[in-house]
């Protein structure tokens, strides 16, 4: 299965496409569909007027386990879940969530 | 250091204003990705996979405590708390906004800093040893000829399209700490029988795909012809270099396809032709750029010599710390420190907000305000009064920045890899966390050593150069890494060679202490890594790694 995942525009943040123009940060929201519509979810996707709220669309494969949807990639994994690094521990990160 | 004139002042204002409204224009729907991307990319600002990454440049790696305030403002308020010193001695931070970018560049600015230039096919920033100016084993200070670098090739109009991005790296000193010969263009300064100061002129190094040491084009250029003649090898370069292939675009495959001797020659016969009174670098102008990088006033009273041993002696983390982080400066009342960004399991190069303070704050009252990034991802306090070593330490140590380990196995050379970056064909931090974890009590016995990781073929972290390069590459969806043995990345730069097959990541540490245990059994007295590595060859090294891989 596949969904649409891009960068937020303004901030850069990891969006899913959901479906109706709308994009979220929680991949659990995002529109999963079968091989064989994922193109056309592509295509709609990037319909409306600009700007698009995210940048570099694609599409990547994901499952559906436990309520949750995973992607395959690790590469997307850390995009939806964070670096794995660990925090630093000589340091007070600041989450820009918070501002 | 040097300080902006009123051009430079102007040139980085009107490019923040110009930047602003590109953004402006781009958020509004006016602009497509397309468009806009260009624009970003020209003043630093990637698309990386969590955020936005800008990418500061800090000039030859020399900045200082004001400059230091800032970066550690802008990570507070824009970002999350902290940034990361990278190979080519800058800052990148990872959790940026595209709509604050205006409003951060403008801060910069404020500084007199700029991300210009840490993108694209430009010239890159000009890099040079940490130790500049203060090195006891220096010719002359290569800043001021970085700096006249810096001026002459930002937005040069003759070498703003060139092929592939430039890097061009200084070193003065008998040891090269600047890793000269991995770069597009590397300048060594030098003495000719007269006395006169110039430069052996070497081409065509760099890493990445295809990994390649640069050749020696002109053993000596005198001062007055340094610009002309780069801009013949630019020029030969722009003629020739290919355009086609992005593998192939590097001034590195041009040299190696044409031959060192051959490419030498066209520069050569480009050089002649010139008019090279035009770019003559004239003596009082050299002088001129020299002044701003005048040594402070030191005080030179003697330094307790008794107590400062005192001290040592009651303390051997301080004394290991002293033999470790410190080096010899010319004023022997002082010392050269280098601040290790390499706490043990900790993301390598990272550093706070608050660390960024404390050093500038540390700067401002024992060093003049003067930092230095070395290209190993660590900082530089350039002259510090030896009797102030152990309480300086003391104060590191405090925060998490007194770890004693310049040039051991745990001050890894990681770039960012798949945790933030989007070209990674896999994770490089992780990999660092937890071979420094695992070699830290074998790094005493085990003595100098250097350990590079790059999360992809890019090789941002120099793996090619480590005595251990670690490249992380993707296998059918999983993360194995390559190990290559027998790099350097000084006075004797060496491309390391691929040992065997990859490692998977949960064998990568069991690996490499294989490969330390053989080096520890089998080197001979004073022999270093790469030594060792060249009279015994890989045999050894091979079995006793695929036995228990
Ligand atoms: S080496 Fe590759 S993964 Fe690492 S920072 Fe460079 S481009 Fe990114």
């Keep these: 299965m596949q969904l649409v995942t891009g960068n937020r525009l303004r901030d850069g943040v990891p969006i899913y496409f959901v479906g109706n123009g709308q994009w979220s940060p929680s991949i659990d929201a995002a529109q999963l569909v079968e091989d064989a519509e994922a193109d056309a979810l592509l295509a709609v996707s990037q319909e409306g007027a600009p700007p698009l709220p995210a940048v570099g669309s694609v599409l990547i494969e994901a499952v559906r386990e436990n309520g949750h949807i995973k992607p395959i990639s690790l590469r997307e994994r850390i995009r939806a879940e964070g670096p794995t690094t660990g925090p630093m521990t000589h340091q007070t990160a600041i989450e820009t969530a918070a501002r | ?549």
């Design chain 2, 1 to 549: 250091m040097y300080r902006y004139d009123d051009f430079d002042h102007r040139f980085v204002d009107e490019r923040v204003a110009q930047y602003r409204d590109q953004v402006r224009r781009r958020l509004a729907g006016q602009l497509t990705e397309d468009e806009f991307k260009p624009l970003r990319l020209m003043n630093g600002l990637y698309l990386q996979m969590h955020a936005y990454m800008l990418r500061i440049a800090i000039p030859y790696g020399a900045f200082d405590s004001a400059k230091m305030r800032k970066l550690a403002h802008i990570t507070r308020k824009y970002d999350r708390g902290y940034g990361h010193f990278t190979t080519r001695q800058n800052l990148q931070l990872n959790w940026i906004k595209l709509e604050d970018t205006p409003d951060i560049l403008a801060e910069l600015a404020s500084v007199e800093m700029h991300a210009i230039q840490t993108s694209g096919n430009s010239f890159r920033n000009t890099t040079t040893d940490p130790f500049a100016g203060v090195a006891h084993d220096e010719i002359e200070d290569p800043r001021p000829y970085a700096e006249i670098l810096r001026q002459w090739s930002t937005l040069h109009p003759e070498f703003s399209f060139l092929p592939r991005k430039f890097k061009i790296a200084v070193s003065a000193s008998t040891e090269d700490r600047a890793a000269v010969k991995m770069h597009d263009v590397g300048l060594y300064l030098r003495r000719n029988d007269k006395g006169e100061v110039g430069f052996e002129v070497m081409a065509g190094g760099g890493l990445g795909r295809t990994p390649l040491l640069s050749h020696t084009i002109k053993p000596f250029v005198a001062r007055r012809d340094l610009l002309s003649y780069l801009e013949a090898v630019l020029r030969v370069y722009n003629q020739y270099g290919r355009r086609d292939n992005i593998y192939k675009a590097r001034i590195k495959i041009l040299v190696q396809s044409l031959g060192a001797k051959k490419f030498a020659e066209e520069v050569e016969a480009e050089w002649l032709a010139s008019d090279r009174e035009a770019a003559a670098l004239p003596d009082n102008y050299v002088r001129e750029i020299a002044s701003a990088f005048a040594l402070p006033a030191y005080d030179n009273t003697p330094v307790d010599e008794a107590a400062f041993k005192r001290d040592a002696a009651a303390n051997p983390a301080f004394a290991r710390w002293l033999r470790r982080n410190t080096f010899g400066h010319k004023s022997s009342n002082h010392a050269v420190v280098t601040i290790s960004l390499k706490p043990v399991g900790e993301t390598p190069g990272d550093c706070s907000a608050d660390q960024m303070d404390l050093v500038a704050d540390l700067a401002d009252e024992l060093s003049f305000g003067e930092i230095r990034a070395a290209y190993e991802q660590n900082l530089v306090l350039p002259h510090v009064r030896r009797d102030a070593l152990f309480g300086l330490w003391k104060r590191l140590e405090a925060a998490g920045l007194g770890t004693a380990n310049i040039g051991q196995i745990t001050d890894i050379i990681c770039c960012p890899g798949m945790d933030y970056c989007s070209l990674a064909t896999a994770r490089s931090i992780p990999i660092a966390q937890d071979l420094a974890r695992h070699m830290a009590a074998k790094e005493e016995a085990i003595g100098t050593f250097n350990i590079k990781i790059s999360g992809c073929i890019n090789a941002c972290g120099h793996h090619h150069l480590g005595h251990i390069g670690i490249l992380g590459v993707d296998k059918n969806g999983e993360e194995v890494y390559q190990i290559t043995l027998g790099g350097d990345a000084g006075n004797n730069a060496a491309v390391g060679t691929i040992i065997g097959p990859a490692l998977k990541s949960d064998a990568v540490t069991g690996g490499i202490d294989t490969l330390i245990d053989v080096y520890l059994k089998l080197r001979q007295d004073g022999e270093r890594f790469p030594d060792t590595y060249r009279r015994i060859g890989a045999k050894p090294f091979k079995e006793a790694l695929y036995a228990v891989a």
